[in-house]
């Protein structure tokens, strides 16, 4: 029943900034962590940042200080504003909902490209 959307991807120069948006349907969207991931071609997804029903905000190093990640409950959505974006930065980006480990729902990603 749960299903999440992102969008706001897209093709941005170095030092650029994108704001990606997570669109949850579904019931109870306060319960649940929502994060955002990404997946680099040949590497592994990893975490980028999360944030919890109480608002506690979790960053990976790399993105510290650059990415910042909120939600808005009202509208059952999740952002992730990225600054001062570098080449490495290019992955598909991954919007999930997880409650206590037990239950897991991943949107379908959006494409972010940072190249000059």
């Known amino acids: 029943q749960v299903q999440l959307v992102e969008s706001g991807g897209g093709l941005v120069q170095p030092g650029g900034s994108l704001r990606l948006s997570c669109a949850y349907s579904?019931?109870?969207?306060?319960?649940?962590?929502m994060g955002w991931y990404r997946q680099a071609p040949g590497k592994q997804r990893e975490l980028v940042a999360d944030i919890t029903s109480g608002g506690i905000t979790n960053y990976a190093t790399s993105v510290k200080g650059r990415f910042t990640i909120s939600r808005d409950n009202a509208k059952n959505s999740v952002y992730l504003q990225m600054n001062s974006l570098k080449p490495e930065d290019t992955a598909v980006y991954y919007c999930?909902?997880?409650?206590?480990?037990?239950?897991?729902?991943w949107g379908q990603g959006t494409q972010v490209t940072v190249s000059s």
């Open positions: 999930r909902a997880t409650q206590r480990s037990t239950v897991n729902y």
């Open positions: 579904g019931r109870f969207f306060t319960i649940y962590t």
